[in-house]
């Protein structure tokens, strides 16, 4: 089946602008996390979503990162007033039940200039 | 601060030889293991699951879990050039969330 897509797959913006990106996970799949890949940080978490509980933001870095997850599905994350050290590839990751297991889209490539 | 921990390599061997990549972590609650591929400019792909003790093989690749000694690593056998990216051991934590701690990655190049 289908696998978890992310829009747009690159994302150039000037810094102090905001930015929505899309995620789109495996039907069926409950449970939704963001994670955040940079050069110097690796890859760590953001924040994780399951059903209609109230979100894990927990890996959020700052209260200009936000996100939502609409109807059980689509998840948005957006940043607000972007910085350079924003720059990274987000990616998204549903997670099947059972066993737990992850699986992660293709992710988005964020460049503040 | 829950960790895992990666050989940093990087990590070159022979087409054909058997490849071996080791992982440590601190968080004793958890139960889900993984090992993550990663091409350059690619998402991180899955390529093994491990949940308990022992050996999990599939195909040319056997990950091992030891709970006991907070351990899991994975073997490559008859390594081919295709297997050249960057590996990336994943643990679930032992929270409800169950979001994925990653070691910094062992890049890992098969000579031909």
């Known amino acids: 089946g289908a696998g978890v897509s992310q829009s747009p797959s690159n994302k150039v913006t000037e810094k102090g602008k905001d930015v929505e990106l899309r995620c789109d996970p495996i039907?069926?799949?409950?449970?939704l996390y963001w994670y955040r890949q940079s050069l110097g940080q690796g890859l760590e978490f953001l924040i994780y979503?399951?059903?209609?509980?109230?979100?894990?933001k927990s890996g959020l870095p700052s209260d200009r990162f936000s996100a939502e997850r609409t109807g059980g599905s689509v998840s948005t994350l957006t940043i607000q007033r972007t910085q350079q050290e924003d720059s990274a590839v987000y990616l998204c990751?549903?997670?099947?039940?059972?066993?737990?297991?992850?699986?992660f889209g293709p992710g988005t490539r964020l460049t503040v200039l | 601060q829950k960790e895992v921990e990666q050989n940093s390599g990087p990590l070159s061997v022979p087409e054909g030889a058997i490849a071996s990549l080791n992982c440590t972590y601190s968080d004793r609650g958890s139960q889900s293991f993984f090992w993550y591929r990663q091409y350059s400019g690619k998402s991180p792909e899955l390529i093994m699951s491990i949940y308990s003790n022992g050996d999990k093989e599939d195909g040319r690749f056997t990950a091992q879990l030891n709970k006991a000694s907070q351990y899991v690593s994975l073997l490559i056998r008859d390594s081919q050039p295709s297997d050249s990216a960057t590996y990336l051991c994943?643990?679930?934590?032992?929270?409800?969330?169950?979001?994925?701690?990653f070691g910094s990655g062992t890049q890992l190049t098969v000579l031909p």
């Open positions: 990751a549903s997670r099947k039940e059972k066993p737990d297991t992850q699986y």
């Open positions: 979503f399951q059903g209609n509980s109230a979100p894990d």
């Open positions: 039907s069926g799949h409950t449970a």
């Open positions: 994943a643990v679930a934590t032992s929270g409800s969330a169950r979001q994925l701690t």
